[in-house]
């Protein structure tokens, strides 16, 4: 810094690290605590508490491995919300990388996850890591290759659930769903926009829970009106 001498300490480097561990827990993306945590080995160290204090971490968009996350994990003892969807540069997270996440202390606490387009996880990881996810409320897994095993297992762990994205999960099917919002009592939303279940299967989903949201919403209008056809 301009006009400090040799040797003088830069005025955030005498930070306490209790209340640089609190600054770093400001920092919502993984991009930037990466970032910080490159700066020195004092930060580093901030960084690395301070994901035991975070309730929110994305790794959207930045190149992540199995281990690298599992690693970080490890120490976000607090977490509430994990983001790991995968964009052009983003993870490369498979099987076993949910089953490393399923080890984590912070797994039971857990009330939101993303695994949109992560194509390189299966049935197998994901079975893995929701039997874990107690307090788990949303959940998207939209743009994956998951099948009906993973709505079993859903509905068999997640009594919390509230929202669920199953966006162009096209191998998911009407029994699948049907399992899902009946176990799942307090389901307020799931998106099926590109999966390839019959429109009726809408209808037995309503019968069960009428005040359930049907995203997109065009979807509940087609229902509607073949709902309307006896009457015209």
């Not at 160290?45 to 994901?51: A, E, F, H, I, R």
């Not at 498979?94 to 049935?123: E, F, H, M, P, Q």
């Not at 893995?128 to 509905?155: C, V």
């Amino acid at each position: 810094m301009a006009g400090r001498e040799e040797g003088e300490e830069a005025e955030i480097e005498r930070l306490p690290m209790d209340l640089l561990a609190n600054i770093f827990v400001m920092l919502t993306s993984f991009t930037d605590l990466a970032q910080a945590s490159s700066v020195c080995r004092k930060w580093k160290q901030g960084v690395k508490q301070s994901l035991g204090r975070r309730e929110s971490l994305s790794f959207a968009g930045w190149q992540m491995d199995d281990d690298s996350i599992a690693r970080l994990l490890r120490h976000a003892y607090g977490l509430k919300e994990l983001d790991i969807s995968r964009s052009r540069w983003g993870c490369q997270v498979t099987d076993n990388g949910l089953y490393k996440i399923s080890l984590a202390k912070c797994v039971n606490k857990l009330t939101s996850i993303s695994l949109w387009g992560v194509t390189g996880i299966t049935d197998s990881g994901v079975v893995q890591l929701i039997s874990r996810t107690i307090s788990l409320q949303h959940l998207n897994i939209g743009g994956t290759f998951i099948t009906d095993e993973s709505l079993f297992a859903i509905a068999e762990s997640c009594p919390c659930l509230k929202t669920i994205v199953l966006w162009s999960c096209r191998h998911v099917t009407e029994n699948g769903l049907l399992v899902l919002v009946s176990k799942c009592r307090k389901l307020q939303s799931i998106n099926v926009w590109g999966t390839r279940v019959p429109v009726d299967c809408f209808f037995a989903l309503l019968a069960i829970r009428p005040a359930l949201q049907i995203k997109p919403g065009r979807l509940l209008l087609n229902v509607e009106r073949v709902s309307m056809w006896p009457v015209l």
